[in-house]
């Protein structure tokens, strides 16, 4: 299944959050399309082992550590087994993250907003504090981070979640400029995407499935256009209808975007959102 020759070719590449969605399809299209080594990061024995299984003859390009990314003593433990194993890692992918529940911030509990942040945000704050001495190394290196639309503009029901990925945005931009030249740092701001990230909503119903169809990329199309923007050096990668709405929305209309968007949600009476609408 080879492609035509990239910058990507032959590289090792640390995917997190390789378990599932996203960074499977990820981890998958660099080792089948550019030969590359992927070292997969997340936290699920059972989700590695059958991505494993399911690369066949790939597999051997595979390698996984089992490691809640929220936590600045595993990047290090994972750093001195790099250093161990005499491994030369090019690229580091920051994608593993979580959507909390949609709910309104007088709901979430201080414990909440934590994990959030500490998942979705501080967890690349480790990587790259840890990783970063290791990658620039590398004579080709390259980090890309998974923000989300909402770093571009916040909706109800999204306060956290929109923190966390704002926050990572703007580390990634200022870590842009001050490697420029050193090291290619790229932006992912993907918008809905149709994977299990809408597992914890507590709305299964065929309603809220059919809302999330109806808004949602399929995924497989999602990883295209980011495998698209990563070969090319993509600074910012806004992809998905909903992200390029939000994204020039959310410059030339911050207010009227957010409010849109919002007036939406409400309307759609989906019980996904009660929590975020209703008043007590
Ligand atoms: N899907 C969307 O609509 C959408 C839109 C915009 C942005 N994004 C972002 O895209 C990224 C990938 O999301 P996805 O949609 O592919 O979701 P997903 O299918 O739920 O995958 C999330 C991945 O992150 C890993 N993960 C979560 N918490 C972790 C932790 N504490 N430590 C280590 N690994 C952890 C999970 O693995 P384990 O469970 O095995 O740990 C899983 O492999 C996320 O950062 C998400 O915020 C998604």
Redesign the pocket.
Known sequence: MANKITWLYGKTVIV?????????DIATRLIKEHSCTVIG????EA??KAFNEELGEYAKQFTYKL????ILENWQDFAKWIEENNIHPDILIN?????PKFDKFENYSIEDIRKAMD??FF?NVYSMKVMMPIILKSSDPGIVN?????AFASLAGTSV?SAS?AALKGLTEAVREETRGRCYVGLV???????????NQGDDTASANKAFDLV?TP?AKMVDMIMHGIIHRKSRMAYGFDSKYMDIGGRMAPVGCSKISSTVMKKSKLPLFDDVFKVQ
């Open positions: 997190t959050g390789a378990s599932s969605g996203m960074g499977k990061v997340a936290r699920s989700k590695m490691f809640d990314v929220s994608n593993a993250g979580i959507l998942i979705n967890s998974v923000a989300s639309s909402a979640y990925k701001c993907p918008g809905f995407t149709k994977t299990d990230i809408f597992r949602s995924c």
